[in-house]
């Protein structure tokens, strides 16, 4: 018997009589309606609610990110709420495509308050709610369905007493039957439909019908049969904005909302990285930005994702975790060797491209650029990390172009100090460990002096120049004088390395490139050398002059031998 086993305790939720459902079928091919409530839902969740300095400006920045419906308070239930929303209003605040949004619950009292705080206010959505569920008419009202449909619909007659003439140009109403996720989907279409009647609505003036999931209780997909289900059975539904209110307990809101777009919702509510109670509102951003992924424009400006994270840990003194989508610290970052192999190879393809070519590079849903996220922390380096990842650091840090068969090399001594710190290493601590291993190996062989001529000759007609190598160097201690001649400074130093006790070796692969620009330009020379046992050695040098580059580079081979 397993030790979880329910015993009855819990059960599913009733089934959707729905035939036939065309949700399966349909894309998300066009934005919804957005409401941001973090001002209000979002900051009920908060240890440490906003004060009004704090709410306006994080009203500026819904604005700026481009929120056309704003829900921004409570204010009957709230002096901090009242002034913030007069403020608003009264210092013209709030730009003429924009419309405030406040909550109320269906009392007189409660009504009259937030008729007089909307009072000046050029567009206003007014929100009322009733819960509606078993538990809710069971526990909290001990009310049958006819009693709680009469609180819905006195609530909107309430509503209905306190317009004047010119509030019924300006006031739109929402109506949310609160704990929707767990009403019995014929109720929840009954309650709506009498708050409708009650209130009267048109094609031109559509009443907002919001059904939430208060509490998250079922898999996405019958959620999506809810909403289908009640955009079916519901009178008038050119008449009727449908809006989703996904809550997070089973950590699905995403793909809640989702699915009840699919389903037919006009209209999405939730917070910009999903701050709400328990574990939180739907993510908007999240939304918006798989919608951008799928070629859908969001009609939300995320353009400088890293900036409006910034303000919203700011205002809320919560944290964004590293790993949620687009936001994160990490989401961008590859630790695994494979994942940065195919990052590094599909990002120096990227480079040949126009930047509006379709995006398939492998790991990386979309273009870290579009949002305002930098390519340098793509791929980040621990002990999980591959031969490529430090080699695309090196490149895109410092503009060390190591050629791929040296990565493996590098790699595996990254890997190790990696290994041994236990840590992520940082990018300036990878190119000392570069420094170290390579530009600066002394181990072996050092020169002590250096000098090179060169000299013209004739070979049968043709112009021959030699260069002739003169060096002191010291070998393990050793200080030697050697000289001999080559094709080249690096040819003939490396001719004249056989008067040393050194290994002999010859060179098998050679790469160059210059790094800085201006007077700060240097030679950048790698080097593989192939001893006499088979042994491979890479080399790296780095001077301003293009041949002692190479021979340092040859140094540092000579350097990597045990």
């Known amino acids: ?78 002096d901090t709420e ?36 909307l009072k000046g206010a050029p567009k206003a959505i007014f929100h009322i709610y009733n819960s509606t569920s078993p ?3 069971k526990y909290t009202f001990n009310k049958n369905k006819e009693e709680i449909k009469q609180i819905a619909i006195d609530g909107v007659k309430c509503i209905k ?44 003036n559509k009443i907002i019908l919001n059904l939430p999931t208060t509490v998250e209780c079922s898999t996405p997909n019958v959620y999506a049969d809810q909403i289908e289900y009640f955009s079916s059975h519901i009178t008038n539904r050119d008449s009727v904005l449908i809006s989703t209110h996904c809550h997070n307990d089973r950590g699905t809101g995403v793909a809640s909302a989702e699915l009840g777009l699919l389903a037919g919702a006009d209209r999405v509510e939730g917070c910009i990285f ?45 944290e964004i975790p590293p790993r949620t989508p687009y936001a994160g610290e990490l989401v961008f970052t590859a630790f695994s060797g494979s994942h940065q192999d195919a990052i590094r190879k599909g990002m120096a393809a990227r480079a040949k491209m126009d930047k509006n070519d379709l995006w398939d590079v492998p790991y990386l849903l979309i273009d870290p650029h579009d949002i305002g ?17 430090s080699a695309f650091i090196l490149e895109e840090k410092y503009g060390l172009s190591i050629p791929k068969a040296m990565h493996p090399v590098v790699g595996a001594v990254v890997k190790n100090a990696a290994d041994a710190a236990q840590r992520e290493l940082r990018a300036e601590e990878i190119y000392d460990l570069f420094e170290k291993h390579w530009l600066k190996a002394d181990k072996n062989l050092t020169i002590v002096d250096l000098s090179e001529t060169h000299v013209e000759g004739k070979k049968k007609a043709e112009i021959v120049e030699t260069t002739l190598c003169r060096a002191v160097v010291n070998w393990k201690g050793e200080q030697i004088s050697i000289g001999e001649k080559g094709n080249g400074p690096l040819d003939a130093f490396s001719n004249a390395l056989s008067q040393t006790p050194a290994p ?13 620009t201006g007077n700060n330009t240097s030679a950048i020379a790698y080097v593989q050398i192939t001893c006499e046992d088979g042994n491979d050695y890479w080399g790296v040098g780095k001077s301003t002059n293009v041949g002692r580059a190479g021979i340092d580079a040859v140094v540092s081979a000579l350097n990597q031998i045990a």
């Open 1 to 78: 018997m397993s030790v979880m086993n329910p015993n009855g305790k819990y059960a599913p939720i009733a089934e959707i009589p729905i035939q036939n459902r065309v949700w399966p079928t349909k894309k998300i091919e066009k934005a919804p309606l957005w409401c941001s409530v973090d001002l209000r839902d979002g900051n009920q969740a908060l240890i440490n609610p906003m004060g009004i300095e704090t709410k306006l400006s994080f009203f500026d920045l819904l604005v700026k990110i481009g929120f056309k419906e704003i829900e921004v308070g409570f204010p009957a239930a709230s």
């Open 82 to 117: 009242y002034e913030f929303i007069r403020r608003l209003i009264e210092e013209n605040r709030i730009p003429d495509d924009v419309t405030i949004q406040v909550l109320c619950q269906a009392r007189e009292q409660l009504v009259k308050k937030t008729m007089e705080c």
């Open 135 to 137: 538990a809710q008419r």
């Open 161 to 204: 007493s306190c317009l004047t003439e010119e509030d019924k140009k300006r006031i739109r109403l929402e109506y949310s039957p609160e704990s929707f996720s767990m009403t019995e989907i014929d109720y929840a279409v009954e309650i709506c439909e009498a708050v409708k009647n009650e209130w009267g609505c048109s094609p031109d």
């Open 274 to 318: 999903g701050n709400g109670e328990r574990t939180g509102n739907l993510d908007v951003v999240t939304v918006a930005l798989n919608m951008f992924s799928q070629g859908v424009d969001p009609e939300l400006d995320l353009r400088n994702i890293v900036d409006i994270a910034e303000k919203y840990c700011q205002y809320t003194e919560m």
């Open 373 to 389: 996220r930098q390519y340098e922390g793509i791929i980040r380096i621990n002990s999980q990390s591959g031969k490529g990842g």
């Open 504 to 516: 002999r070796f010859s060179i098998t692969a050679f790469h160059e490139h210059s790094v800085g």
